[in-house]
Structures are given as structure tokens and as C-alpha cells.
């Protein structure tokens, strides 16, 4: 995958220069639609109390409501809505609002 270095994600729904580098991986799983049940692989993760932006492989429709899994231990499972999916050399970069943890 090219690179198109993170954080510092804008764009008009989604600004994330607080974000920080997360080791590891995210799984996000989509839960509504026709795609329900469908796996995104997330690499190159930075994350904030509201945001996640990461790398996909694939493209991760707008709107769409994900669960995250993280492989990187201390984090636990979150909701988000994808706000922003943008190309980025050979993938995909994806901006996650995050719903409020429990």
C-alpha cells in the first residue's frame, strides 16, 4: 500500500488531529444493510475518544454502521458510523465517528 500518512484526517464531516497511533490491528463489522455481517480489515489505526482512522484494503461505504474488535489489548470493542472513505494509493483511508463507550 502506498503511503498517505496518518493522523490529521479532515475533511468536512470528520477533523481528527488529536488522534493517536494504535499498534495492531481493528476488525469492523458492518451492522445494518445488505453487507450486514461483512469484515473490514483495518491497519495503520489511530484513535481518539470520538474518532478512529485507519487503512482498509477495500472500501468501507459511507454511512455505514460498523462494530470494531481490536487486537491490541486495552481496547475494548466500540460502535461507530463511517463518516469519510477516501482512495489512498492501492487501499483505502477510513474515518470512524465513534459512539459514546459504555
Same mark, same amino acid.
Given at each position: 500500500?502506498?503511503? $498517505?500518512?496518518?493522523?490529521?484526517?479532515?475533511?468536512?464531516?470528520?477533523?481528527?488531529? =488529536?488522534?493517536?497511533?494504535?499498534?495492531?490491528?481493528?476488525? =469492523?463489522?458492518?451492522?445494518?444493510?445488505?453487507?450486514?455481517?461483512?469484515?473490514?480489515?483495518?491497519?495503520?489505526?489511530?484513535?481518539?475518544? %470520538?474518532?478512529?482512522?485507519?487503512?482498509?484494503?477495500?472500501?468501507?461505504?459511507?454511512?455505514?454502521?460498523?462494530?470494531?474488535?481490536?487486537?491490541?489489548?486495552?481496547?475494548?470493542?466500540?460502535?461507530? %458510523?463511517?463518516?469519510?472513505?477516501?482512495? $489512498?494509493? %492501492?487501499?483505502?483511508?477510513?474515518?470512524?465517528?465513534?459512539?459514546?463507550?459504555?
Amino acid at each position: 500500500m502506498n503511503q $498517505c500518512p496518518l493522523p490529521g484526517f479532515s475533511s468536512a464531516t470528520l477533523f481528527t488531529a =488529536a488522534t493517536r497511533p494504535v499498534s495492531g490491528t481493528a476488525t =469492523a463489522f458492518h451492522l445494518d444493510g445488505d453487507r450486514f455481517g461483512t469484515m473490514h480489515h483495518l491497519l495503520e489505526l489511530s484513535i481518539s475518544e %470520538e474518532v478512529l482512522e485507519a487503512k482498509a484494503v477495500e472500501a468501507v461505504p459511507t454511512g455505514a454502521t460498523v462494530s470494531l474488535g481490536f487486537e491490541t489489548p486495552g481496547l475494548t470493542a466500540r460502535r461507530g %458510523e463511517v463518516v469519510n472513505c477516501d482512495p $489512498c494509493g %492501492e487501499g483505502w483511508r477510513v474515518g470512524i465517528r465513534l459512539a459514546e463507550a459504555a
